[in-house]
T-cell receptor
Framework: DSGVTQTPKHLITATGQRVTLRCSPRSGDLSVYWYQQSLDQGLQFLIQYYNGEERAKGNILERFSAQQFPDLHSELNLSSLELGDSALYFC??????????????FGEGSRLTVL | AQRVTQPEKLLSVFKGAPVELKCNYSYSGSPELFWYVQYSRQRLQLLLRHISRESIKGFTADLNKGETSFHLKKPFAQEEDSAMYYCALSGGGTYKYIFGTGTRLKVLA
């Protein structure tokens, strides 16, 4: 499958813990986006990377960080977890480029539950 | 600030009835507007984008810069149109790709 893959699919952890979500973009895509989907909140844009560099930042908490590696996969690190961090985290990729107006291809998401 | 507003969380229509999913945006510049759809048990995927001026699965959307709207329309709804629909905005400069809160469309038999 050459689509966007996210791991893990499900994750249950406790408050105060730290987790890492991983995303592999589509083959050839240089841009990776992270979104958080909480109940009734829609898709909240967190951060975008293009070819290893951070390009845009949204409503990402300081407890959260991300990076894109030379092989273009990306990781989203969530630390000091709180109950409110429970959500579905989506990764998307696109070809990228200066205009940033292309189609996004989404992964299936990682469902995080903080108890 | 960039913002996408979808005022309806849920829209129920009968099969064969017209559908209009509302989307309003705020953006200082010339945005690119999109509609994404998520069918049950499938990934979120692009339905259409305004620059293509295309009709996909009978859906169309017209960008109205005066009203800052990008409503999604279909003249005759079908049961298979039942899904979650998201309006999205992107543009040069900030590189952000913003989504609305989504509207769930239910087409009743």
């Amino acid at each position: 499958d050459s689509g966007v893959t996210q791991t893990p699919k499900h994750l249950i952890t406790a408050t105060g813990q730290r987790v890492t979500l991983r995303c592999s973009p589509r083959s050839g895509d240089l841009s990776v986006y992270w979104y958080q989907q909480s109940l009734d909140q829609g898709l909240q844009f967190l951060i975008q990377y293009y070819n290893g560099e951070e390009r845009a930042k949204g409503n990402i908490l300081e407890r959260f960080s991300a990076q894109q590696f030379p092989d273009l996969h990306s990781e989203l690190n969530l630390s000091s977890l709180e109950l409110g961090d429970s959500a579905l985290y989506f990764c998307a990729s696109s070809v990228g480029g200066p205009a940033n107006t292309g189609e996004l291809f989404f992964g299936e998401g990682s469902r995080l539950t903080v108890l | 600030a960039q913002r996408v507003t979808q005022p309806e969380k849920l829209l129920s229509v009968f099969k064969g009835a017209p559908v209009e999913l509302k989307c309003n945006y705020s953006y200082s510049g010339s945005p690119e507007l999109f509609w994404y759809v998520q069918y049950s048990r499938q990934r979120l995927q692009l339905l259409l984008r305004h620059i293509s001026r295309e009709s996909i699965k009978g859906f169309t959307a017209d960008l109205n810069k005066g009203e800052t709207s990008f409503h999604l329309k279909k003249p005759f709804a079908q049961e298979e149109d039942s899904a979650m629909y998201y309006c999205a905005l992107s543009g040069g400069g900030t590189y952000k790709y913003i989504f609305g809160t989504g509207t769930r469309l239910k087409v009743l038999a």
